[in-house]
C-alpha cells in the first residue's frame, strides 16, 4: 500500500503541480478519476480489483500526459 | 433467459447472473447504471451512475447548462449530440426542444424562462438550439450559438467534451450490462520483462 501510494504521489505530483501553474489542467483530474474507475469497473466485478486496477489506470493516463507534455515542450524548444 | 458470466481469474472468482441482458442493456442505455441494478449488481451500479452521471451534470453545468441540445443540419451539425445522447434521459429532451424549436410556428422552451421567446427571440434556455423556425441559425442578430461561446468562453468546449466523455463511458457500462465485464485472463497481464525470463 505504501509502495502504491509512493508511486501515485511520484506520478501525481508533477501533474498537480502544472495544474497549480496551469489552471485549466485541474479540468483533467475529475476525467481521469471517472474515467479510469469505469473502465477498471468493465473488466472486473469486485470493488478490490476495480480500485487497483483505476490506480494503475490513472498513473497510466497521467504517464502518458507528462510523455506528451515533455514531447511538446521538447519541441517547442526546438522550434 | 438469464445468462451466467464466471470470472477467470482464480484470485477473485465470481459469478455474475446477467438477468434478462438486453432488458439490461436497455436500462443501462436510459439510466447509467440502472441496468446493473437491475441485474442486483448494486455497487457496480451505483459506481457507474456516480461517475457518469457526475461527469454528466458536471460538464453540463460548466457548460452553462447550453452544451445539450440536438441539432443535425449545417452550420450547426451537433456532433457532439451522438456521444451525448448515450447518457439516455438525461440527454433525451434535447429531441423534444429540438421539435418544438423547429415546429412551426416555434412552441415555447420546456424549461426555463420563455420571456426571450415571447419577445421574438430566440429562446436562451436548457436543452433548447440556438435556433428556431422563425431565426435561422447565423442569421444576423440571432446567432445564440456565438452569444454561448462568448459568454462562457473555454467552458463551452471542456463542457461538451465531458458531457461527451459522459456519454462514451456508458457506452461502455452498457456492454458491461449485456455481456459482462471483460474479464483479463489470469497471466494475460503480465510485463515485457516476464516475456524475456520465460
Known sequence: ?79 | MSTLVRSPDPEYPVEIDLRNRTLAAIWAWLWPGAGHIYQRRYAKGILFMVCILGTFFFGFGMGGWRVVYASFRRPDLRLPYVCQVAVGLPALPALLERQRALSDPPKPPLFGSPEAFQAGEVADSIFRPPFDSRHAYLEQGYDKAAEWHDRLKGRFDIGTLYTMIAGLLNVLAIYDAYAGPAFILPGKEHSPKDDKKE
Open chain 1, 1 to 79: 500500500m505504501v509502495f502504491v501510494s509512493s508511486h501515485v504521489f511520484a506520478f501525481l505530483f508533477p501533474l498537480i503541480f502544472a495544474a497549480s501553474v496551469a489552471n485549466r489542467l485541474w479540468y483533467a483530474l475529475p476525467l481521469i478519476v471517472s474515467i479510469s474507475l469505469v473502465y477498471a469497473a468493465t473488466r472486473h466485478e469486485l470493488m478490490r480489483p476495480i480500485v487497483e486496477h483505476a490506480v494503475r489506470f490513472s498513473l497510466w493516463i497521467v504517464g502518458f500526459m507528462i510523455g506528451v507534455f515533455i514531447f511538446l515542450t521538447v519541441i517547442s524548444a526546438l522550434v
